[in-house]
């Protein structure tokens, strides 16, 4: 394409004259009438004056076809339009068409006149019309730009571009597409500057969302459309043109990164969209998230794209199992800075949430139970209505929907007013406590928590519901419902403190009894955060049942301290003799642990506990149980386990060799109406080495010296 008219051309002065002669040469050569182009001088019509941001001159609707993209990518010679043996190709078009428009800079509207004339005798001449070679000009000026020079001759062929993209956006889009993979710079140039003219960009971006929602034609289409789009939304301005399809634009890019995070996209792809597999199996995500911050940014959201960065959003999002999260931390980032879309966002997803595609079902029912967050969003649709379709996504088979549905119904739960629900919100999510799907659960934790968080919260009707559900969930084997179900515990105690303090919350004092051994074991929890919430909930239960063991209880939580561990069990023996029982049992559980950590702390407690336990406190049976299972500790893998086995068994032996001549002696007194006064033989305290697993600390903690143990 070297040489051509735009070389003839570039010496010398052009003007509306040299056009028209042209023109008439040309229609000449045909036999054809001339038309004389109009006189004088009229003001030229400003192809990138500034319109209405978001009027578009033509917007296609769902039914329009999508861009049919060539199998081959070949020049012209197997364009569409080459039947004819001809020497027009796309390097003359080219040529003519930059001619065109440099005469158009100079001539004013007669050569407007005159550049849509000689384009148009030039491809009727050959039997073609102007509609039917804007593939090929478009190649053609492809190819030019880069090797035009800054200046004149660039924002000729720009303009050209421009001015096909008015009246023939579709046409223009289809021929840049794939010229968009592998990532080209002069095509990149072209969605720029179609971006920088305001009459251009909304029809152009319309398109490429046809596009990118891929109704039809190759897959990859979507993903050529998704890189132009964040070349074009890059351009300060371009986002403005995007009114009235916002929210619909930044749904599909979402919903785009799910497919292509679930691996959905065919591998049968064309022949013409073989390069772009070079790059990084993660490119066309990338391709996606940040045409989706371009978006986020050129409206003013800036906000949004920093907190999903800070929180992990963007990595979330692109991950194939941690979609749907990444778009609930999108829909939270919304809520909090852009809540100017939160309206247009709800009513499109309305009509996605029943869409037969499974990731756009998905995505949209993430993003709706987001949006619950707030209030005069949800308030768009009645309570009702809104706790009807949360309710029912907790039949549906997929796991997946049941756990936004649980999401849901927890920010349902925050809003004020609508703790009256509260009859229906509480079946499903006590319902959901025995999944076995750990989101679920942790999901359903959550939600009543935030329950218990609102004013008028029903206290005293959770503790009866929890109190048969709640103790197992502290000792899961999942670190998760493990954290949640200790933090619901402290929420809960902290509500019903005052009740708890004047000896009334029955079934709340009975939950805590219940829960006091785990919460004491699970000071030793591998999981830090599990850890750190079963210390904030003991110090909870100290507060409210003024038990005064708020630093002992730190002291083991820190220093896996057997003095301090050794007055709590002193106290809650006195204090609950009838739960003692209950607490051996539960402590017995634990020595069959596969945590190391876990037998030495379940050893240790036992030890304590049976040490200030009375023979009339325990039978027999339990003893014997202890003593079995605490001699099966003796070939412990660890050494610790061992040593601390083998003393806690003397302190079980000592109390079942007391507990039979007493309650013999109990057995003959009894019979001749007296009672046994005489004090107890003392029972030397158990000595425990300090724990090997200790790693908690102060100074581990807070980066300063703790305090030293002889």
């Given at each position: 394409m070297a040489g051509g008219v735009w070389g003839q051309a570039r010496g010398g002065h052009v003007g509306a004259l040299t056009l028209t002669a042209l023109a008439e040469g040309i229609q000449a050569s045909q036999g054809q009438p001339m038309r004389p182009p109009s006189k004088g001088p009229q003001p030229e019509p400003d192809l990138e004056s500034e319109a209405e941001p978001g009027s578009i001159d033509a917007i296609p609707t769902a039914a329009q076809e999508p861009c049919s993209l060539p199998q081959e990518q070949e020049p012209a010679a197997e364009g569409p339009h080459q039947a004819h043996q001809s020497s027009w190709k796309e390097g003359a078009l080219a040529d003519l068409a930059l001619y065109t428009a440099a005469c158009l800079e100079e001539a004013g509207f007669a050569g407007t006149q005159a550049t849509a004339l000689t384009l148009s005798s030039a491809l009727e001449a050959q039997g073609e019309r102007l509609e039917d070679q804007v593939h090929a000009l478009v190649l053609g000026l492809l190819a030019q730009v880069p090797s035009l020079a800054e200046g004149r001759p660039r924002r000729a062929a720009l303009r050209v571009l421009s001015a096909l993209a008015l009246e023939h956006a579709r046409d223009v889009v289809c021929a840049l597409l794939p010229c968009s993979l592998p990532p080209d710079r002069a095509a990149a140039e072209l969605w720029r500057s179609l971006s920088q003219n305001q009459r251009v960009n909304g029809q152009v971006l319309v398109q490429l969302l046809w596009a990118l929602k891929g109704a039809a034609g190759p897959e990859m289409e979507a993903l050529a459309a998704t890189r132009a789009l964040g070349e074009m939304l890059a351009v300060s301005g371009c986002v403005g043109a995007t009114r009235g399809f916002y929210a619909h634009l930044l749904l599909v890019l979402v919903t785009q990164l799910h497919e292509l995070a679930r691996g959905a996209r065919s591998p049968d792809t064309p022949k013409v969209w073989t390069p772009s597999h070079r790059g990084p199996p993660h490119s066309h995500a990338s391709c996606a998230v940040e045409a989706l911050k371009a978006l986020l940014t050129g409206d003013g959201s800036r906000m949004v794209v920093t907190c999903m960065e800070q929180a992990g959003g963007w990595r979330r999002l692109v991950g194939a199992h941690t979609h749907l999260e990444g778009v609930l931390l999108l829909a939270s980032a919304m809520v909090a800075h852009a809540d100017h879309h939160l309206r247009g966002l709800f009513a499109d997803l309305l009509p996605r949430l029943r869409s037969a595609n499974d990731t756009q079902r998905l995505t949209a029912i993430a993003f709706f139970t987001g949006l619950l967050q707030s209030r005069p969003t949800a308030r768009l649709l009645r309570e009702e209505v809104i706790l009807e379709r949360l309710r029912a996504w907790q039949g549906d088979p997929a796991p997946t929907v049941r756990w936004l549905g649980l999401l849901g119904l927890g920010h349902l739960a925050l809003n004020r007013r609508k703790v009256r629900h509260v009859s229906a919100l509480l079946p499903a999510l006590l319902g959901a406590l025995g999944e076995g799907d750990a989101r679920l659960v942790g999901a359903a934790l959550g939600a009543l928590r935030r329950l218990l968080l609102r004013p008028w919260a029903p206290v005293r009707l959770l503790s009866t519901e929890l109190g048969p559900r709640l103790p197992p969930l502290l000792e899961d084997a999942r670190d998760s419902v493990r954290t949640s179900a200790v933090?619901?515990?402290?929420?809960?105690?902290?509500?019903?403190?005052?009740?708890?303090?004047?000896?009334?919350?029955?079934?709340?004092?009975?939950?805590?009894?219940?829960?006091?051994?785990?919460?004491?074991?699970?000071?030793?929890?591998?999981?830090?955060?599990?850890?750190?919430?079963?210390?904030?909930?003991?110090?909870?239960?100290?507060?409210?049942?003024?038990?005064?063991?708020?630093?002992?209880?730190?002291?083991?939580?820190?220093?896996?301290?057997?003095?301090?561990?050794?007055?709590?069990?002193?106290?809650?023996?006195?204090?609950?003799?009838?739960?003692?029982?209950?607490?051996?049992?539960?402590?017995?559980?634990?020595?069959?642990?596969?945590?190391?950590?876990?037998?030495?702390?379940?050893?240790?407690?036992?030890?304590?506990?049976?040490?200030?336990?009375?023979?009339?406190?325990?039978?027999?049976?339990?003893?014997?149980?202890?003593?079995?299972?605490?001699?099966?500790?003796?070939?412990?893998?660890?050494?610790?386990?061992?040593?601390?086995?083998?003393?806690?068994?003397?302190?079980?032996a000592l109390l079942a060799r007391t507990q039979g001549p007493r309650q013999r002696l109990r057995l003959r007194l009894r019979l001749l109406g007296l009672r046994l006064r005489q004090a107890r033989p003392a029972r030397p305290p158990p000595v425990y080495p300090d724990s090997p697993f200790r790693r908690r600390s102060l100074a581990g903690r807070w980066s300063c010296s703790g305090p030293s143990r002889a």
């Open positions: 933090e619901l515990l402290g929420t809960l105690v902290r509500r019903g403190r005052g009740g708890l303090r004047v000896g009334l919350r029955g079934p709340l004092r009975k939950l805590v009894l219940k829960s006091l051994v785990p919460l004491l074991l699970c000071l030793h929890d591998p999981s830090l955060d599990a850890a750190e919430s079963s210390e904030w909930t003991l110090a909870r239960c100290d507060h409210a049942l003024r038990w005064g063991l708020l630093e002992e209880m730190v002291t083991v939580a820190h220093y896996d301290s057997p003095e301090a561990l050794s007055r709590i069990c002193h106290r809650m023996v006195h204090w609950y003799p009838s739960y003692v029982p209950r607490f051996l049992s539960q402590t017995q559980g634990y020595l069959r642990s596969p945590q190391g950590h876990l037998r030495w702390a379940a050893t240790v407690l036992i030890g304590f506990l049976v040490h200030h336990t009375g023979p009339s406190h325990v039978n027999q049976d339990l003893l014997d149980s202890l003593l079995q299972d605490l001699g099966q500790l003796q070939s412990d893998p660890e050494p610790a386990v061992v040593a601390a086995a083998q003393v806690s068994s003397q302190q079980v």
